[in-house]
């Protein structure tokens, strides 16, 4: 499989993951915070804030993944890996399961981030051949 593919579908898989996170928050599917001890009320609106990032977040991405912007794509991914880092640290913050916030956040994280690496890369490696005279 080329790199380009591999970071295709490794993008498709963050988008359509973030987008299905977002609306699981958003909705009223029952969802709950990994790892967090004390999950705020329903009456707090925590849910619909996260819900929207993470929504916002899957709509930028996805409009540079289907539009074809590989390198503008690999420096989104690279900024969306700081929510899973943020969530891994609110949650080891106020007390939550450590094994979660590693475990779940911050999988999440390294995976988004080198995601986006390797998209730089390919974009960096095709921009550089496209660069080379005939």
């Known amino acids: 499989m080329s790199l380009k593919k591999l970071n295709t579908v490794l993008a498709a898989v963050v988008v359509l993951f973030t987008l299905y996170l ?3 928050f958003v ?3 029952g969802t709950t915070f990994p790892g967090l001890a004390n999950w705020p009320s329903d009456g ?14 899957g709509l930028a991405m996805g409009v540079l993944l289907v539009t074809g912007h590989r390198r503008p794509l690999g420096w989104v991914l690279l900024m969306t ?7 891994m640290v609110n949650v080891l913050a106020h007390h939550g399961s450590t094994a979660v916030a590693l475990g779940v956040h911050g ?14 890369r390919e974009a960096g490696t095709a921009s550089a051949t496209a660069a080379q005279p005939a």
Do not use: H, N, Q, Y
Request: overall charge neutral; glycine content about 12%.
């Open 27 to 29: 909705l009223p599917l």
């Open 22 to 24: 977002g609306l699981s």
């Open 81 to 87: 890996a700081v929510a899973p880092f943020g969530d």
């Open 107 to 120: 999988l999440t994280a390294a995976l988004i981030a080198v995601t986006g690496l390797l998209t730089l």
């Open 44 to 57: 707090s609106g925590f849910s619909i804030v996260k819900g929207s990032r993470e929504i916002a977040m």
